[in-house]
């Protein structure tokens, strides 16, 4: 599996809500994921939230992919009940398992 369809199967992992523990699969153990609201620096700690909070009744639909040799970025729309907008994530590779998650989007949409 390349980069870009490692991104992509992570997107229908978690945009599912079910299972989230298959994550492991694609990340490294000092996975670093930094979001808006959130932030980890292990693969653990990250699931287990998903995990505590699941993301269910979300949508997404992918508007741009680009990547590069260790990077892919996913522009994305998402839609959660009454709110839709516009995400991006970039994602980093080491040895073809996601090391870095950067999440970015108007927070101003959720509040």
Do not use: W
Not at 1 to 24: C, D, P, V
Request: contains cysteine; neutral net charge; glycine residues 2%.
């Amino acid at each position: 599996m390349n980069n870009l369809e490692t991104a992509k199967q992570y997107m229908e992992i978690f945009y599912s809500g079910k299972n989230l523990n298959r994550l492991r699969n694609l990340f490294c153990d000092k996975l670093y994921f930094e979001g808006p609201f959130f932030q980890f620096t292990s693969a653990n700690d990250y699931i287990n939230s998903l995990e505590v909070s699941p993301p269910v009744n979300f949508k997404y639909k992918i508007l741009h992919c680009y990547e590069d040799k260790n990077s892919v970025c996913l522009i994305y729309s998402f839609t959660k009940a009454d709110i839709s907008t516009n995400m991006m994530q970039r994602f980093v590779f080491k040895n073809g398992k996601i090391s870095e998650i950067l999440l970015i989007f108007d927070t101003s949409d959720f509040k």
